[in-house]
């Protein structure tokens, strides 16, 4: 069975993290696309971020009803910041030897996989699906490889060209994933909930905007 593991602060989930989810599943042949909210993510401490019990019972209503689209508590309540490395290796224990595990993962977090914990390693340890935006090439997700993976610079010129395709490493494959540009960010989200519930519900599933407001979610923020 084809798994990917989809891991982020989900502050709150909103429709486009759902519609990469549905675009890498049809890609890919995912059966199951396990969502990890962080309880503590190594690179958003300075930021107050909503309470981890808020931000899964958001991703259990925008993923009720979605066919394969599974909340996870791997990350819950770790009392430690949740590296992806250490994540991944705990999720693997559940898999079965058949299954494939896909880290899927946007682009503007790629960018920085060189400054995660154990990043060779991590990326060692399953195929990565970036998914890209406008403007992205193969080459750019290369350049943010570890430099001990990245691949010489007569490569990176020919990967230029390509806005789609792979990049096989080593020990692992990775995949850009194109033409999923859906233009919302959750800090769009957390300004939104201050206003109207109509504008919300734009960029949210319903369910996780009657959410939002029902529990007075990033109000704080105004």
């Known amino acids: 069975m084809r798994i990917a593991f989809f891991g982020g602060t989900f502050d709150p989930v909103h429709l486009g993290h759902l519609a990469v989810a549905r675009a890498a599943a049809k890609k890919f042949g995912l059966k199951l696309i396990y969502f990890a909210p962080a309880d503590i993510p190594p690179h958003k401490q300075k930021r107050a971020l909503a309470g981890f019990a808020h931000r899964y019972a958001m991703l259990s209503l925008a993923t009720a009803g979605q066919p394969g689209f599974v909340p996870s508590l791997i ?26 595990l896909y880290f899927l993962i946007g682009v503007d977090a790629f960018k920085d996989i060189s400054t995660w914990y154990k990043p060779v390693e991590l990326l060692n340890e399953c195929d990565f699906i970036v998914a890209s935006r406008p403007g992205y090439s193969l080459a750019d997700a290369a350049r943010a490889l570890p430099e001990a ?37 959750s800090t769009k989200v957390r300004t939104l909930a201050q206003g109207s519930i ?25």
């Open 75 to 100: 990350d819950a309540y770790t009392g430690m910041p949740n590296y992806s490395f250490e994540s991944l290796v705990r999720l693997k224990k559940t898999l079965s030897r058949s299954d494939r």
């Open 149 to 185: 993976l990245q691949p010489p610079a007569s490569e990176l010129e020919k990967l230029s060209q390509h806005r789609s395709g792979f990049i096989r490493l080593p020990r692992t494959t990775l995949h850009l994933l194109d033409r999923v540009n859906v233009p919302i960010s």
């Open 198 to 222: 109509g504008r919300l519900r734009r960029f949210v599933p319903k369910a996780v905007a009657d959410y939002i407001k029902k529990e007075r979610l990033y109000i704080e923020n105004s």
